[in-house]
């Protein structure tokens, strides 16, 4: 069984730091993109930032220059270092994957963790 497992959310006043990890684990042959999404109260699920096996980033405009994302492809763990945070980055952070798993290659997604950034 294939599993994504999030850490690192919680409260924080506007400014403050968070560092988001996300572990992957099972019978996983190998793991092509990680990312992280975020979904705020009555808003659309967004990306907030990606990362190919070759390091290759994406960010959403938003979070550019404020957060990180990286990746320890020994762990299959994704991290996402969150600087200077506004209470509009307050949602529900969900960690995906784009892994091949028995020969097929599918998303997969974590439980999803609360980042709550108080004014």
């Known amino acids: 069984q294939v599993q994504l497992v999030e850490s690192g959310g919680g409260l924080v006043q506007a400014g403050g730091s968070l560092r988001l990890s996300c572990a992957a684990s099972?019978?996983?042959?190998?793991?092509?993109?990680m990312g992280w999404y975020r979904q705020a109260p009555e808003k659309q699920r967004e990306l907030v930032a990606s990362?190919?096996?070759?390091?290759?980033?994406n960010y959403a405009d938003s979070v550019k220059g404020r957060f990180t994302i990286s990746r320890d492809n020994a762990k299959n763990t994704v991290y996402l270092q969150m600087n200077s945070l506004k209470p509009e980055d307050t949602a529900v952070y969900y960690c995906?994957?784009?892994?091949?798993?028995?020969?097929?290659?599918?998303?997969?997604w974590g439980q999803g963790t609360q980042v709550t950034v108080s004014s």
């Open positions: 995906a994957a784009a892994m091949v798993v028995s020969l097929s290659l599918n998303d997969y």
């Open positions: 099972g019978r996983i042959f190998s793991i092509i993109t």
């Open positions: 990362i190919t096996s070759g390091g290759s980033t």
